[in-house]
């Protein structure tokens, strides 16, 4: 079945490191995103990319990169970690606006 | 600036109860509005969602409704089973960040047997 696949699924990092998190699908969707979600806050954004060569910030994007290297991967990238960045990651593909969005499995992050 | 409330944040209710959560949105142009379903440890999944060209819409035990007027759009799952414990998301399309989805913070759902 299409998928969307985040690596790794958990990770423990230490602050002011760089850690890479990624995201592939066999949707064929152009659009995809990265999600963060924190107890109480439900999903907020922080960049999305519609093609290739198309990067967005979202509402939360500071502290944060993403790079799309192919249409079916989008990776985010953290500079250097910080404590209130340990979160769950999502990343969700849409094959355009006006429907719904396909989550990954996931990345829970904690970052000490 | 871009917003949906969404209430209650918890919600128990006996199996076979009905359970109601209500989102309210703040962009007048939002047209569509999914609720996605989160057990878990697992992937939020879509389970349902609602266009504005149309009030209602039902898929066996779960309904959505939309008020535009009121800018509120609901769900409803009748006869509720534990299996429908989990946390629920509404989410409405907006016009800034490229009519991205705006999510709703989440409403914990217990069924309790």
């Known amino acids: 079945d299409a998928d969307v696949t985040q690596t790794p699924r958990n990770r423990i990092t230490k602050t002011g490191k760089r850690i890479m998190l990624e995201c592939s699908q066999t949707k064929g969707h152009d659009r995809m995103y990265w999600y963060r979600q924190d107890p109480g806050l439900g999903l907020r954004l922080i960049y999305y990319?519609?093609?290739?060569?198309?990067?967005n910030k979202g509402e939360i994007s500071d502290g944060y990169s993403v790079s799309r290297q192919a249409q079916a991967k989008f990776s985010l990238s953290l500079e250097s970690a910080i404590p209130n960045q340990t979160a769950l990651y999502f990343c969700?593909?849409?094959?355009?606006?006006?429907?719904?969005?396909?989550f990954g499995s996931g990345t829970r992050l904690t970052v000490v | 600036g871009e917003n949906v409330e969404q209430h209650p944040s918890t919600l128990s209710v006996q199996e076979g109860d009905s359970a109601v959560i209500k989102c309210t949105y703040s962009?007048?142009?939002?047209?569509?509005f999914p609720w996605y379903k989160q057990e878990l440890g697992k992937r939020p999944q879509l389970i349902i969602d609602i266009r504005s060209n149309v009030g209602e819409k039902k898929d066996q035990r779960i309904a959505v409704t939309l008020n535009k007027t009121a800018k509120h759009f609901s769900l409803h799952i009748t006869e509720t089973q534990p299996e429908d414990s989990a946390v629920y998301f509404c989410a409405a399309r907006y016009r800034e960040y490229g009519n991205k989805l705006v999510f709703g913070a989440g409403t914990i759902l217990r069924v309790k047997s």
């Open positions: 969700a593909t849409s094959v355009g606006q006006g429907y719904g969005y396909t």
């Open positions: 962009d007048s142009a939002s047209n569509y």
């Open positions: 990319s519609f093609d290739v060569k198309d990067i």
